[in-house]
Every structure is written in structure tokens, then in C-alpha cells.
């Protein structure tokens, strides 16, 4: 399955300091999403970026996608208590249907 | 409104009861998902609707029975559950099937006893 896998699962860290996680998936895809879900409740988009694309940026978010690797990351620069989530890449399966396929998640924990 | 909708918040059921769930956006999203998820676990997709036509059945038990009575509603009818199928259940809505970003609920916590 296109299933991707997020590493690590857990990250602990201190407010101010980045985080970053990391994305692998399977197959080609046409582009890669990151979500992010507070504890038990939906989650919420937080970037796209396209296969053809290598990095983009929104606010403190900053992502990298390399296709020949099959693998993205995710940086979060000065972080925030409020940032305390987990967050999830997602691809589809390049058959233009739209599906979404969630990586496994890391847990982030910004400590004040 | 850039909100999805998800009532109730909370369920408990018995394996026999027959409930609901129900989903409602009102930013004019022609395809509505469905989405399971268990503890510590990515959503899984259950079914997708394409303008109130159902287009994805991701092997789902018939237990699970989805219904899209217009394009701003999408219920999902629970009947003769186990507990195993205690989750977080989530409804999603995209502007079209391929349009990539998709808007979620707060999810339905589903408790089968």
C-alpha cells in the first residue's frame, strides 16, 4: 500500500527550539500533503507541496520534498506549546482519484 | 464557513442499537469522505462521495452503511457493531474528488460496549 511512514514517532522538545519529522512513501505520487490533528479531534491542512516542487515555506513551516528519495520533510522553526500535536504526511496514489494515503504520525511535544 | 460539521461528538452504542452519524458543510464541497481511526493510527478512508454518488467503498463491512442525502450532508448509518469498531470517526470534504486539500471535522468518538 502507499501507506508512507512518519519518523520519529515521538519528538520531545523545548519552546523556541525546531523540529523536524520526516516522511517516506512508496509509490510516485503527483504531490504531498502534511496535516496536523490536536489530540482526538480532526485534522487541519497545513501545506502542500507538488512533485515537481523541492521546498516551500508557509509562516514557521518549512517543507522538503525529494521524489528521487520518496521522502519529505517537515520543519517547524521556534516552536510553541501550541504547536504540541501530531502531525501527518499524506500522499495520493497518482491515480488522480484523490485518495489519501496517511503516514504513521509523530507525536510532537513542545514543552514551555 | 470553512467548517465540517460532525454530530454528536460523542456515541456509546451496543452491539444492537442501530445510530447515526451525521456530517454537514456548507462551502459547496462536491465529494465528502468518510474516515476511520483507531488509537495512536493514521485515518483510514472508508468511502468517498462524488456529487452525492458513491464512488469509493474501501472494503468496509456492510455494517457501515453511508448515505448522502444532498450535497452539504453526509450520515453514516452504524448497525449491529463490535467493539472493535470503537474509533475516532472523521468526515472530510474536498471542493471536487481530486481536488487535493481536504477540510475536516472534529470527528464522532464512537464507543461500542
Known amino acids: 500500500s502507499q501507506q508512507g511512514e512518519e519518523d520519529p514517532q515521538a519528538l520531545s522538545i523545548q519552546e523556541g527550539e525546531n523540529a523536524t519529522m520526516n516522511c517516506s512513501y512508496k509509490?510516485?505520487?503527483?504531490?504531498l500533503q502534511w496535516y496536523r490533528q490536536n489530540s482526538g479531534r480532526g485534522l487541519v491542512h497545513l501545506i502542500l507541496i507538488r512533485s515537481n516542487e523541492r521546498e516551500k515555506h508557509s509562516g514557521r513551516l518549512r517543507v522538503t520534498l525529494d521524489t528521487s528519495k520518496k521522502s519529505s520533510s517537515l520543519l517547524i522553526t521556534a516552536s510553541r506549546a501550541a504547536d504540541t500535536a501530531s502531525y501527518f504526511c499524506a500522499t495520493d496514489d497518482q491515480t488522480g482519484a484523490n485518495n489519501l494515503f496517511f503516514g504513521t504520525g509523530t507525536r510532537l511535544t513542545v514543552i514551555p | 464557513d470553512t467548517e465540517v460539521t460532525q454530530t454528536p461528538k460523542h456515541l456509546v452504542m451496543g452491539m444492537t442499537n442501530k445510530k447515526s452519524l451525521k456530517c454537514e458543510q456548507h462551502m459547496g464541497h462536491r465529494a465528502m469522505y468518510w474516515y476511520k481511526q483507531k488509537a495512536k493510527k493514521p485515518p483510514e478512508l472508508m468511502f468517498v462521495?462524488?456529487?452525492?454518488?458513491?464512488?469509493i467503498n474501501e472494503s468496509v463491512p456492510s455494517r457501515f452503511s453511508p448515505e448522502c442525502p444532498n450535497s452539504s450532508l453526509l450520515n453514516l448509518h452504524l448497525h449491529a457493531l463490535q467493539p472493535e469498531d470503537s474509533a475516532l470517526y472523521l468526515c472530510?470534504?474536498?471542493?471536487?474528488?481530486?481536488?487535493?486539500?481536504?477540510?475536516f471535522g472534529p470527528g464522532t468518538r464512537l464507543l461500542v460496549l
Open positions: 509509490t510516485s505520487i503527483n504531490n
Open positions: 472530510a470534504s474536498s471542493q471536487f474528488w481530486g481536488q487535493e486539500t481536504q477540510y
Open positions: 462521495y462524488s456529487y452525492e454518488k458513491l464512488s
